[in-house]
């Protein structure tokens, strides 16, 4: 679901850059204004959809965005960038490697998990509910329906 806002709010974005670059000049005072809160909101849900800060993706836009200036022109590098980053998020091509690997992970070891240590023969269904401490262990408690 989120995903998908993220993806709708870069359309969005996209879609809206037209209008602030056509005719290749400020109008005036509202329309710097305009193009100051467009460049925010695209630095905004670029955090949100490249977490990694080091990412080229967000690397640039952040980079454009606190140049400032020349807003058309950073209105419409910042839109090409978009552009560029939605397929590359609906491959699968941006992650956090590190927190992808550990999920993954997780999942293979709950999936192995009994209250026992053994192969679970009962059908009354287990609820597991996994609790952080501070020191990052990990508590598994059953809980039968």
Known sequence: MLEQAIRAKIQDLVRRSDALTSGGRLRDAGHIGLCQGWITEAMNIIELAV???????????????????EFIADVASIAA???????????????????????????????HLTPTGKKAESKLPVCWRVLYSRTRSVAFVGIRA
């Not at 977490?51 to 200036?69: A, C, F, L, M």
């Not at 993954?104 to 070891?109: C, K, L």
Request: charged share 30%; net charge negative.
């Open 51 to 69: 977490p990694i800060e080091n990412n080229s993706y967000r690397r640039q836009i952040t980079k454009i965005g606190d140049g400032g200036g």
């Open 81 to 111: 960038i978009l552009r560029a980053v939605l397929p590359d998020i609906d491959a699968g091509l941006i992650a956090d490697f590190g927190n992808t690997i550990r999920a993954e992970t997780f999942d293979d070891f709950l999936e």
